[in-house]
């Protein structure tokens, strides 16, 4: 469906299922240069099992108008417009990548407003190498070949893909060469200048899930602990053989692990 948010047209996927504001809401948050198609066999599940899903291409992304944000707390102000113009309750939130920090910053402002979180992918910090950053704002393709080479798992490379017919890595080049001019730049830059996971972590009031690659380069196993140190109440799960880009090369157990942890409002 299309939307009028903060002046803009805005497409958002909502799984094949009109929105109904009477059943618990779900975003889903794509990462830097994507859309919302990387959240698609996600999307369709939780939309036909007791879930209106709100899966948006943010602003300057996908089929959506307007600049992108150059900063989190820019795309978080925006995340909440949405929820405005939506009036939407009951609100869970899934974001991958440079989206789960969007998603963090979300419950540490909104809190009570936020019922579960799930954070893919993700780090307190998402530090971008110096050369990847101005080679993105450069728009050189040389910054789509580094997170296609770190972002897709060593085993989804080789072949063997989940979702028959599909190439994750060829997918994923052509998704970022059809971002728009600046749009990754402004979006790793947003990432690398926001620092302030662990406080978000510690303003966080509902039951959060970090879910991780275990060949994940972009954002190692290890950098989570302290997020779940710093989480009232978290649930970690390591999903085997996935890198960066689970949901595309593990979709059955990203889905599986997200049934799990939002098991209390599927139906």
């Known amino acids: 469906m299309e939307l009028l948010v903060d002046g803009h047209n805005v ?17 889903m948050l794509h990462g830097a240069g994507m859309d919302h198609t990387v959240w698609s066999m996600q999307a369709r599940f939780f939309a036909h099992h007791g879930y209106s899903v709100l899966n948006p291409d943010l602003p300057g992304h ?23 113009t939506l009036d939407a309750g009951n609100i869970h939130v899934i974001g991958h990548s440079m989206g789960s920090l969007i998603a963090l910053d979300c419950a540490a402002k909104l809190q009570k407003k936020i019922s579960k979180l799930a954070l893919v992918g993700t780090l307190p910090h998402l ?9 993105a704002q450069k728009n050189e393709h040389s910054a789509y070949e580094t997170i296609v080479g770190w972002g897709v798992g060593s085993k989804a490379q080789i072949g063997g893909n989940r ?11 052509r998704l970022l060469e059809a971002s728009g001019a600046g749009v990754l730049g402004n979006d790793l830059n947003a990432c690398n200048s926001w620092e302030n ?13 970090l879910l991780i690659g275990s060949n994940d380069k972009m954002a190692p196993p290890r950098g989570t602990k302290k997020m779940s140190e710093s989480l009232q ?9 996935a890198g960066h880009m689970m949901m595309v090369e593990q979709p059955e157990q990203t889905l599986d692990a997200l049934i799990k942890f939002f098991a209390g409002s599927i139906t």
């Open 197 to 209: 996971g662990l406080e978000a972590c510690a303003e966080v009031l509902c039951p959060t899930l």
């Open 62 to 84: 996908g089929r959506s108008q307007g600049t992108s944000p150059v900063s989190i707390p820019e795309y978080t102000q925006w995340v909440s417009k949405l929820i405005n």
């Open 11 to 27: 497409f958002v996927a909502t799984g094949g299922k009109e929105f109904d504001a009477n059943k618990p809401t779900l975003i």
């Open 233 to 241: 109440i978290s649930t970690t799960v390591t999903l085997n053989d």
């Open 127 to 135: 530090q971008v190498h110096p050369r990847l950053l101005e080679a």
């Open 163 to 173: 979702s028959p017919g599909s190439w994750i890595t060829g997918a994923s080049m």
